[in-house]
């Protein structure tokens, strides 16, 4: 197993600002939103601390001022008490930038924490992709953030760059950098900081340069559209974009268009940029979030992900406390490479590096299944293969209809003639269906401009939560509501939002018994499976539909099994020699 620290936090922040030119100041009112007052603090402090580190290079004069050492770069903020980040390493400066962002600029612009022992891991994995087995080669083309916030995830490339050139010309190598490191983001403090970070790690080259000689440090990072088309191609594209749902104009939606299912997501965005982005023997490597494995949002990137490019790498980051804070959606390191290769390496991140599996490299449109753990290996490569699916054996899912926030009047805990009895999530807790005293104060529904035909569930079905507590032992917790349990709820009820139903399709007969399916959901191996799919609390009425099942000679004699015997044929059929 390998050692990877996780100790320092650091931020990509990406916001959209207008145009400014390279030599405008970075005042204060300029970035009243982006930037508050101790952010204005850190990057007050700079000057300060690009002092200490030019005096340490063994520079002195024009040297020890940041705005006239590197070419084109702004002045520093506007004249308020700096913070004190003496003896700050790159790294540590730009993760002092990012916690000092407030938590409401953050969350809006989808802005989060990664450590730097990651920022390093994901290099290592793009470098591994390119053929680079050494640590001590040269760039081997341009290397691009799209996003690049405070510029952590340039400094690894950048500096196993200027190892490999030690004993090169120092003119020629930083004539040459432009060429080969590249930081876009729209946030102009951050790019600002950004090319202060990647500048004082050029500081020693420039004392090997005879003084006459010496010329400003050229900019790495330049404000920009991370999402625009570019004219030069990267070799390896970088990033730990931003997130969020976000609305497309017409144009941008048509520019987009293959990628797009439903709704768009920003770091969708940015993996379908990054691939345009890339040449012919190009690397893409990304921290995002998981669900572009498995969600239906993402259906379309998926087919163009497995198009163009093969995943070579995937590890799973466990650990999120004091980096992620609040997110609840699984993270991942992805490592794309346009050579088409047939196995995908997963791991998982948790302070170290633990190999789980490799398994067939994804090729299609549905739920990339990969296991989160080294005992699911087998689960995650049978199901690769499996020709079916809950919805193609005849069974659809839906998401109750009732919003209970919108329908606040309507609840009540009395009943009456007019009452409907509501199905909560806290119903099917420990897979029995039962009242939860807790949800009894809004226990009946009244039904007031409601369309019955929507809201009413008047049949036997299957019940799932949709969502799940991280300490839950299961993911997949089932109920099936026979004619009998409907009955006794009074033949009819309405569910509540976080419960998905499972009903059949159409007019056919589906391939299994509502008993079989709901016996089978409640087995071990399908309850492992639904975790190598989906890496959040939640479970999507999309991701229960796409289950990989096996063929129909198989589901057919399930139908006359339960309990262990049950337990032990799903097992047998998810193993890649069952």
């Known amino acids: 197993m390998a ?56 520079l002195r004069g024009r040297w020890l001022m940041v705005e006239e050492a590197i070419h084109g770069l702004a002045p520093p903020p506007a004249a308020i008490e700096g913070a004190d980040l003496t003896g700050l390493t790159g790294f540590e400066l730009g993760a002092r930038y990012a916690a000092s ?16 022992s990651l920022a390093q891991y994901l290099w290592n994995q793009a470098r591994l992709s390119l053929g680079q087995r050494r640590r001590d080669i040269p760039l081997p083309g341009l290397i691009s953030d799209p996003a690049c916030g405070g510029g952590a995830l340039l400094l690894p490339p950048l500096r196993q760059h200027l190892r490999a050139l030690a004993g090169a010309d120092p003119r020629m190598t930083l004539a040459m950098l432009p060429q080969l490191v590249e930081g876009i983001d ?20 420039v004392a090997r340069i005879p003084e006459s000689s010496r010329r400003p440090l050229p900019m790495l990072a330049r404000e920009g559209d991370g999402l625009a088309p570019v004219a030069v191609h990267a070799r ?118 633990t190999k789980v599996a490799k398994v067939a490299a994804p090729r299609s449109d549905r739920p990339w299944v990969l296991p989160r753990r080294a005992d699911d290996a087998h689960v995650a490569a049978a199901a690769a293969s499996m020709p079916l699916t809950l919805q193609s054996i005849g069974w659809k899912v839906s998401t109750g209809p009732l919003v209970w926030n919108r329908r606040r009047d309507d609840l009540c805990a009395r009943y009456d003639e007019t009452g409907i009895p509501v199905l909560w999530a806290a119903d099917l807790d420990g897979g029995r269906l039962h009242r939860d005293p807790a949800k009894d104060h809004m226990r009946w529904l009244v039904l007031r401009d409601i369309n019955p035909d929507v809201m009413l569930l008047k049949e036997p079905a299957i019940l799932a939560q949709r969502t799940t507590s991280p300490e839950q032992q299961r993911r997949l917790v089932c109920v099936e509501l026979t004619p009998r349990l ?60 796409s289950l990989p099942l096996p063929d129909a000679a198989t589901l057919m004699t399930w139908e006359r099994l339960r309990g262990d015997a049950l337990e032990h044929a799903v097992a047998t059929a998810y193993r890649p020699d069952g």
């Open 3 to 58: 050692s990877i620290r996780a100790d320092i936090p650091e931020a990509y922040p990406v916001r959209r600002l207008g145009a400014r030119g390279s030599r405008t100041p970075l005042r204060d009112e300029d970035h009243a939103e982006s930037v508050g007052g101790r952010a204005r603090a850190v990057l007050a402090g700079v000057p300060q601390w690009w002092e200490e580190v030019a005096q340490a290079a063994g």
């Open 236 to 353: 390896a594209v970088l990033m730990n974009p931003p997130y969020g749902r976000v609305r497309l104009s017409e144009a941008e939606r048509a520019r987009w268009d293959k990628y797009l299912y439903g709704h768009a997501n920003l770091y969708s965005l940015f993996l379908a940029a990054g691939l345009e982005r890339l040449d012919e023997k190009g690397v893409l490597a990304a921290l995002i979030p998981t669900s572009f494995l498995a969600g239906r949002y993402f259906t379309s990137l998926r087919t163009e992900l497995a198009q163009q490019v093969s995943l070579r790498d995937l590890t799973f980051v466990e650990e999120r406390g004091g980096v992620f804070e609040g997110v609840l959606q699984e993270t991942c390191l992805a490592t794309f490479t346009r050579r088409r290769i047939h196995r995908t390496s997963v791991a998982s991140a948790n302070g170290r590096v």
């Open 186 to 205: 729209s946030d102009s403090a951050a790019v600002w900081l950004t090319n202060v970070v990647l500048a004082s790690e050029l500081l020693p080259l």
């Open 486 to 545: 409907l009955r006794d709820w009074g033949g009819k009820i309405v569910v509540e939002n976080h419960v998905n139903i499972i009903r059949p399709k159409g007019s056919v007969r589906p391939l299994v018994s509502r008993s079989t399916l709901a016996a089978l959901l409640s087995t071990r191996t399908i309850d492992r499976l639904m975790r190598c799919i989906s890496g959040s609390v939640a479970v999507s009425a999309y991701e229960l539909e």
């Open 101 to 116: 962002l407030s938590d409401d600029v953050r969350a809006r612009h989808g802005r989060h924490y990664t450590p730097a």
